[in-house]
T-cell receptor, first 113, second 115 residues
Framework: DSGVTQTPKHLITATGQRVTLRCSPR?????VYWYQQSLDQGLQFLIQ???????AKGNILERFSAQQFPDLHSELNLSSLELGDSALYFC????????????FGPGTRLTVL | KNQVEQSPQSLIILEGKNCTLQCNYTVSPFSNLRWYKQDTGRGPVSLTIMTFSENTKSNGRYTATLDADTKQSSLHITASQLSDSASYIC??????????????WGLGTSLAVNP
């Protein structure tokens, strides 16, 4: 158990809908990262937050947004969903810097029908 | 362009055998290199981290090597077990044009250990 929790574990929705994925980092970790992993693909970095502020952006679509709250939990919002958004979404946390060991949550499997 | 390339893409070995996975990177300036293990459907778990000055680092049956001159790393797995079946991902830390740290993720090597 990495100490990172993600909810929900599974999510099934229809095209055009909006969903919110939630992540709670390990106790004491200030950085939160979001990744997308499509079937049989590598991890794609989406975005990083550090202590409530956006720190780095990867290949995140404009339809996606995220935020980190004062209690350091984070949410990833996906809107106008398309079939191609079906994937595993992982949240990870680290102490501070991007070079620190990242601890990954169990992921949320999103299926868009 | 910063890149991390891993080979082979996939590998099948028999239980008890050794294997070596490769990672070549064209990242500059280099900061550190990690190997992660990702079981199917689960989040990656860090195996080793190596900085510029380190040549070898072990974690149980896993041994990582780094040659910073040739920009190559390898992950050697000794006496493989069925539980070693997973994807092994090489991740290199670098700095972008704005001097911000960023991670460059490889696509991983999928290892299957058969009985």
């Amino acid at each position: 158990d990495s100490g990172v929790t993600q909810t929900p574990k599974h999510l099934i929705t229809a095209t055009g809908q909006r969903v919110t994925l939630r992540c709670s980092p390990r106790s004491g970790d200030l950085s939160v990262y979001w990744y997308q992993q499509s079937l049989d693909q590598g991890l794609q970095f989406l975005i990083q937050y550090y202590n409530g502020e956006e720190r780095a952006k990867g290949n995140i679509l404009e339809r996606f947004s995220a935020q980190q709250f004062p209690d350091l939990h984070s949410e990833l919002n996906l809107s106008s969903l398309e079939l191609g958004d079906s994937a595993l979404y992982f949240c990870a946390s680290s102490t501070r810097q991007v070079e620190d060991t990242q601890y990954f949550g169990p992921g949320t499997r999103l299926t868009v029908l | 362009k910063n890149q991390v390339e891993q080979s082979p893409q996939s590998l099948i070995i028999l239980e008890g055998k050794n294997c070596t996975l490769q990672c070549n990177y064209t990242v500059s300036p280099f900061s550190n290199l990690r190997w992660y293990k990702q079981d199917t459907g689960r989040g990656p778990v860090s195996l080793t981290i190596m900085t510029f000055s380190e040549n070898t680092k072990s974690n149980g049956r896993y041994t990582a090597t780094l040659d910073a001159d040739t920009k190559q790393s390898s992950l050697h797995i000794t006496a493989s077990q069925l539980s070693d079946s997973a994807s092994y991902i090489c991740v290199v830390s670098a700095r972008d044009a704005g001097n911000n740290r960023k991670l460059i993720w490889g696509l991983g090597t999928s290892l299957a250990v058969n009985p």
